[in-house]
């Protein structure tokens, strides 16, 4: 079938009972799709916000909807489209409101399974690390802030400072011992 160029066949079988779903009915559903699916999926998807599984519900709810009102739909592709678009944008404006009303399902979890992130184990870290640098000499203390915290060089710092890099070294390699002490004597 092309593209909006003709209108699909009306059910026109004596036999038709009138609400009840029939051949008729499934053929008619089956055109849709072929006729309009594509279009309607790009349009579902659009409006899910690309929820694709969400987007094809809307799609099959819709051509569910088109196949239970067979008998009451225009048979002019413009208007079955238009039917289709308003079907399927009221669908997804339905499911907004009741995901926003009612909170989505979730398994219950222990809660000793669940890993709360926070901050005091850093920040007791962070306090621990804090006390061992004071109990450094002001100069040990000045070569671990500015090679390990601020990332400097051996020669910049003994630049910055006018000591020879020596020195540095040796008050880095004394530093660190202390701190290791300290560490392991907090815990």
């Known amino acids: 079938m092309g593209r909006h ?9 004596p036999e038709v009972v009138v609400g009840e779903p029939n051949d008729a009915h499934d053929d008619l559903a089956k055109a849709l799709y072929q006729e309009f699916g594509g279009s309607l999926m790009a349009f579902a998807l659009r409006l899910t916000g690309h929820d694709r599984q969400w987007a094809e519900d809307v799609v099959q709810e819709t051509l569910i909807k088109a196949w239970r009102n067979a008998d009451k739909l225009d048979r002019q592709p413009e208007m079955l489209r238009a039917w289709l678009f308003t079907v399927a944008r009221r669908t997804v ?10 909170p989505q399902e979730l398994e219950e ?15 007791l870290a962070a ?6 640098l004071q109990g ?25 400072l006018g000591v020879p890099p020596g020195t540095i070294k040796s008050r880095i390699h004394h530093a660190v011992r202390a701190l290791r002490r300290a560490l392991r004597e907090r815990g």
Do not use: K
């Open 136 to 160: 450094l000499s002001p100069e040990q203390r000045e070569a671990i802030q500015q090679t390990y915290l601020r990332d400097r060089t051996v020669n910049e710092v003994a630049a910055t």
């Open 109 to 123: 979890i222990e809660s000793d399974a669940i890993a709360v992130s926070d901050e005091s184990d850093r920040t």
């Open 93 to 102: 404006i339905d499911g907004w409101r009741s995901r926003s009303v009612r």
């Open 5 to 13: 160029t003709r209108a699909l066949r009306p059910v026109e079988d």
């Open 127 to 132: 306090m621990i690390v804090y006390e061992a």
